[in-house]
């Protein structure tokens, strides 16, 4: 398969559709798409500004999308055109239907008023053009570092154990969501349906039901029930008739603030009662929860023979030195160290290195020679947003963790602070939950980095 195939079939589909051939930005557009080119590649070979490309882009991968039947953005453009076996369709377009390996897609043109009615995918026998795909609040693939352990553990659990509930976890920056859509490209054809939503701006749990609900039936017109326990019996019919994967990301979002880890914020306590009905009735689907930390009341259905799985996402490894490389930094014998103190988070480590690209010329070893190291406004502000998190009892514990420059026990801590013995375990089994500490048997210790921003709160 080769870009020149691909441009003739995808100007078939945008035809059918529209009743317009491909024009220069759009075959441009496809063509850099293919060959892994930004849009901002693009644009500088089309003499076009990057906010129009994109604009056009959008449009272009709304129409295939809508032909196709599945979401189609440009960081999975090429990846879907060669796993659709379409070397064979035919090039009468003009009929009613593209035929593309196993796949019929309706021609919805102009030229054609007949539509193919089919009936929603059952248990075992859904066909790929029945497959459902709305991945458009899924971000774009992001650099992808190493990972492949990481991989195979999700994929195993998610393909072959399924367990109903999957929550993936660990400080922002650390790559969930890169996982996550990395993951989904490798799994999405075991469900019949795939659905990413972001609770960013938290929405209730009743919105979110029913955006699944509109999702997961359309095009069928139903008038939903005002109840909320009809439309969830509802939702979880649909889950046990059909193999369902739901991505909820940024699950934090509805959890409190200055609290222990995983309390609800109030007028979300509705989430509680959902996730562990989907934990717990009976399905044949999947939910991922992508969060800094987990809601609580998960723990205890967690296991290796749970419904519940747990993912607690660590930092990078060597793999971390691409990321210096990518950014032109010279000296690789400080990669390893740098990659230590930061506890090899891909966000802070590209934050890191941009600095050091800036101040000293590309060179390490140069901003290691200051006490204490210089983290930068923006690190900074990731940072804070973490400690805003933290109730009173952890911001305690967690400056008297920085002051140890080792492991520490919890009868040491008891020390250093005013708290009881119950509000210090506590403090510490949230941090740990929030990913701040490191626990190996009774003993606790802090990332170098968590050290020195601690040493301020």
Request: aromatic share 10%; net charge negative; charged share 25%.
């Amino acid at each position: 398969m080769d870009v020149q195939q691909v441009l003739k079939f995808a100007d078939e589909l945008v035809f059918t559709k529209t009743g317009k051939h491909l024009d220069n930005l759009q075959e441009s557009i496809l063509r850099g798409a293919w060959q892994g080119q930004r849009y901002s590649q693009i644009a500088e070979d089309t003499n076009c500004s990057e906010g129009h490309v994109k604009d056009a882009g959008s449009e272009l991968w709304k129409i295939l999308s809508e032909v196709l039947g599945e979401d189609i953005r440009k960081s999975n453009f090429r990846a879907t055109f060669k796993r659709l076996n379409f070397s064979n369709f035919s090039s009468s377009f003009w009929k009613d239907f593209i035929h593309i390996g196993d796949f019929n897609i309706c021609g919805d043109t102009p030229h054609s008023s007949n539509v193919s009615q089919t009936k929603p995918p059952s248990e075992g026998n859904s066909t790929p053009s029945q497959r459902r795909r709305d991945l458009r609040e899924a971000p774009d693939l992001f650099p992808f570092y190493g990972r492949e352990e990481e991989l195979a553990t999700l994929e195993r659990w998610m393909v072959t154990d399924r367990p109903r509930l999957v929550v993936l976890h660990g400080f922002s920056g650390i790559g969930k969501t890169a996982l996550a859509v990395q993951l989904l490209q490798q799994i999405q054809d075991d469900f019949d349906s795939v659905v990413w939503r972001s609770l960013r701006y938290s929405p209730s749990v009743e919105m979110l039901e029913t955006n699944l609900l509109e999702f997961l039936f359309h095009p069928q017109q139903m008038d939903l029930p005002a109840n909320v326990s009809d439309r969830r019996s509802i939702l979880f019919d649909h889950l046990r008739q059909n193999r369902c994967l739901i991505v909820l990301d940024d699950v934090q979002s509805i959890l409190s603030n200055q609290q222990l880890a995983g309390n609800y914020q109030p007028g979300y306590e509705g989430y509680s009662l959902f996730f562990k009905q989907i934990a717990e009735l009976s399905h044949q689907s999947c939910v991922l929860l992508i969060t800094w930390e987990p809601p609580h009341e998960l723990s205890a259905l967690n296991g290796d023979r749970a419904p519940i799985r747990s993912f607690h996402l660590q930092g990078l490894g060597p793999a971390a030195e691409q990321i210096f490389r990518d950014k032109g930094l010279v000296e690789e014998d400080c990669f390893s160290k740098a990659i230590a103190y930061f506890g090899g988070n891909p966000l802070w480590l590209k934050i890191f290195a941009a600095m050091i690209d800036e101040l000293f010329n590309g060179r390490i070893s140069e901003g290691f020679k200051y006490e204490p190291l210089f983290l930068g406004e923006d690190l900074n502000a990731v940072l804070q947003q973490h400690c805003d998190r933290l109730s009173d009892m952890e911001k305690m514990a967690l400056g008297a963790l920085a002051t140890q420059t080792g492991s520490v026990s919890a009868s040491n801590l008891l020390e250093l602070v005013t708290l009881s013995p119950k509000d210090l375990f506590n403090s510490l089994h949230s941090l740990k939950r929030r990913s701040f500490i490191k626990q190996e048997q009774s003993l606790f210790s802090l990332p170098p980095v968590l050290r020195q921003y601690g040493k301020t709160l």
